[in-house]
């Protein structure tokens, strides 16, 4: 399977999550028999150093890759969410003061992490699942938040 860098780097995410990766050539592994993604050592290995992976000792004294978490203040930049936004969102609709974007399968979460963090104005909150998230926008602000969401995913 072909997928795009941001894709393969959610794949090895989710990977770290559910599985104890102890080396690259296990991920490498782990791509190709559970992901059926073809990716080599040193490509791997770029990733986990892009996504700020770490090797982390856990009960039994292995090392693991772990990927930590972006602290909720850490700020995403326009471009950046500019940029997933267009990657990943592929509808959008209104209800109210409540936006639904949906994303593909796996990818909602990547979306409204960087919603929170990049300060779009009239945003109270995003809720994600699995391939939909839920934006809150401020009161009467809906449309003026789905119209400037589709800007962004360039929907409109």
Do not use: C
Not at 42 to 63: F, H, I, N, P, Y
Not at 77 to 93: C, K
Not at 106 to 119: E, F, I, K, Q, T
């Amino acid at each position: 399977m072909s997928l795009s860098k941001t894709q393969r780097q959610h794949r090895i995410g989710q990977l770290l999550t559910s599985h104890a990766v102890q080396s690259q050539v296990q991920l490498v592994e782990l791509l190709a028999d559970v992901e059926d993604i073809v990716a080599t050592q040193a490509t791997v290995s770029r990733d986990l150093d892009e996504m700020g992976a770490v090797k982390v000792r856990v009960a039994g004294g292995q090392s693991i890759y772990a990927v930590p978490e972006h602290p909720a203040d850490q700020f995403a930049p326009q471009n950046h969410l500019r940029r997933l936004m267009g990657e990943w969102v592929v509808e959008a609709n209104r209800s109210g003061d409540l936006v639904v974007l949906r994303t593909p399968p796996g990818s909602a979460h990547v979306v409204a992490s960087a919603l929170d963090r990049s300060g779009v104005e009239n945003v109270v909150g995003t809720v994600a699942g699995d391939d939909t998230l839920l934006v809150i926008a401020s009161e009467r602000q809906g449309e003026t938040v789905l119209r400037h969401l589709e800007d962004l995913a360039g929907l409109l």
